[in-house]
């Protein structure tokens, strides 16, 4: 991300946002190793920042699983092992289910018309990047009805602890027509208000999609 798109969004997003999203995306792509580390100088220079904001988007990133800090050693990229990700996968159950559960009497029409939207465009993606970007549009329009937006920023940190796996691993080739044909099951739920029905879809999707993470070779 050059300097000056930095700096240009910063009117919109603080100094910490902007930098946690570059790194983000880095880690998400694959272009930050698990296990490497983040050298807090160099990104406060690339920037033309202090390395006070570079510390809060580590902090940030912290939170969200994708970095871990060490005192006196610094910042490094994760590399959560299996035990991490089934913990996660479990935790993303019991959350989305929740979500799903409270968003399914108040669906609107514009709200399952974007839903459709959304998963007609998973249908021509080959680009693994995109397709993981858009299941990940899909699944929160899915529990934006449910209007509690903490429940929704646990579910979009968790999302993010795994989504370097969905970028690097999982093609739509391979992984997308059984997870586009759960997905049509789960909106079909959801147009008939059947709540118990779009949650145990939910739940097996979710369950389906931790049986292909658990399948790569992720160093514990």
């Known amino acids: 991300m050059p300097e000056r798109v930095a ?25 930050l ?18 390395r006070i904001p570079v510390r809060d988007a580590l902090r940030q990133l912290q939170g969200e699983g994708l970095v871990e ?3 006196n050693r610094g910042a490094f990229v994760s590399n959560p092992g299996v035990e991490e990700l089934r913990e996660v996968f479990g935790l993303r159950i019991l959350l989305e289910a929740y979500a799903l559960r409270m968003a399914v009497p108040n669906f609107t029409k514009a709200e399952l018309e974007l839903c459709a939207s959304l998963l007609a465009q998973l249908e021509s993606i080959a680009n693994r990047a995109d397709w993981s970007r858009t299941d990940q549009e899909f699944h929160a329009a899915l529990y934006a009805p449910c209007r509690q937006p903490r429940t929704l920023g646990l579910i979009d940190n968790l999302r993010g602890s ?9 093609s739509p080739e391979s992984y997308g027509p059984d997870c586009l044909r759960e997905h049509r099951q789960i909106l079909k739920a959801c147009q008939k208000k059947d709540a118990d029905g779009a949650v145990a879809l939910l739940e097996r999707h979710l369950r389906n999609a931790l049986k292909e993470v658990e399948s790569i070779s992720v160093q514990p």
Do not use: C, H, M, W
């Open 162 to 170: 795994v989504n370097r796996f969905y970028y690097l691993y999982l």
């Open 7 to 31: 700096a240009s969004q910063s009117k919109y997003r603080t100094a910490p946002e902007v930098v946690a999203e570059y790194i983000r995306d880095a880690i998400y792509r694959n272009e």
């Open 69 to 71: 800090l060490y005192p």
């Open 33 to 50: 190793r698990p296990g490497q580390q983040l050298q807090q100088e160099e990104l406060a220079v690339k920037f033309g920042i202090s």
